[in-house]
């Protein structure tokens, strides 16, 4: 079970739909923007980052969407799979320094 | 596909006790960081490293933690005294450029007992 610290929101959706997952980042100075995944038990792995002078950027099968005048950035995942399931984290980094700066996280599960 | 190694995978230890947490860093990354994730919480920043020497540490990184590049290959984070709050997964990075190839470990559970 799980122990006491922050609770997940927790994203369901059915295997097929398109899911999205946001976040509020906090610096209005931050020009860097990566969504992380993690698995249970493992490190948080790279899905798709981007710059603070772009306000989209497409990957294989996901999508960052950056809004800087509501400090709000989402992440888009189409035609969502099993092994999608996973906490989804944001991650800003600003000022051209390299510490991340991670937010609480998005638990995604999905149904087949 | 390059990854960063971090062994061990779990360690147990007494608090009081000292321990040393290894990660090999990607071979040509030059920049190498140490995060942790208390359980059910998000990752938290402790330090960066560059150069042979720390660039940037948060409020948790005290004098109770060090980091060490012993050699050309090894990035150590060193914990003196263990206190049951330091319980966590640690994280070792490393990245090529300042944000470049930005890669994690999959962590070491520190358990204090």
């Known amino acids: 079970g799980e122990s006491v610290g922050l609770h997940l929101p927790t994203l369901s959706v059915q295997e097929g739909d398109n899911s999205i997952i946001n976040c509020a980042y906090s610096?209005?100075?931050?020009?860097?923007f990566i969504w992380y995944k993690q698995e249970s038990g493992k490190g948080p792995q790279f899905i798709i980052d981007i710059r603070s002078n772009m306000d989209k950027r497409q990957g294989q099968r996901v999508t960052v969407l950056l809004n800087k005048t509501v400090k709000h950035l989402s992440l888009q995942i189409a035609a969502t799979q099993p092994g999608d399931s996973a906490v989804y984290f944001c991650a800003e980094t600003s000022g051209g320094y390299n510490k991340l700066i991670f937010g609480a996280g998005t638990r995604l599960a999905v149904h087949p | 596909e390059p990854e960063v190694t971090q062994t061990p995978s779990h360690q147990v230890t007494q608090m009081g006790q000292e321990v040393i947490l290894r990660c090999v860093p990607i071979?040509?990354?030059?920049?190498f960081y140490w995060y942790r994730q208390i359980l059910g919480q998000k990752v938290e920043f402790l330090v960066s490293?560059?150069?042979?020497?720390?660039?940037?540490k948060s409020e948790i990184f005290d004098d109770q933690f060090s980091v060490e590049r012993p050699d050309g290959s090894n990035f150590t984070l060193k914990i003196r005294s263990t206190k049951l709050e330091d319980s966590a997964m640690y994280f070792c990075a490393s990245s090529q450029t300042v944000l470049g190839g930005y890669t994690f470990g999959s962590g070491t559970r520190l358990t204090v007992v």
């Open positions: 610096n209005s100075a931050s020009d860097y």
């Open positions: 490293f560059y150069n042979n020497e720390i660039s940037e």
């Open positions: 071979s040509n990354h030059l920049y």
